[in-house]
């Protein structure tokens, strides 16, 4: 198991479906007629790396995320192969 396996290790509609119900976007009732998604890029920190490449790693994996069906999470290793 890795550092990270306990992000992802609910299942995914348990995962979603509280994020989604607790959601209030732009006004809209999370009953009401908006759709929501939710898509997330995770990653470790290195002691050695700066802050955009740990951001672009991790958008690195909400894009996967987006692109692979959305309502997932993605983690994405370090340069180092560590999650």
Known sequence: ??????????????????????ADVDGFSPRGTARVTLSIGVTLVTPRENADSVVDRADTGMYAAKRDGRNQVVVVPTDDGET
Do not use: G, K, N, Y
């Open 1 to 22: 198991m890795t550092r990270l396996d306990h992000i992802t290790s609910l299942p995914r509609e348990v995962r979603l479906e509280t994020a989604v119900l607790f």
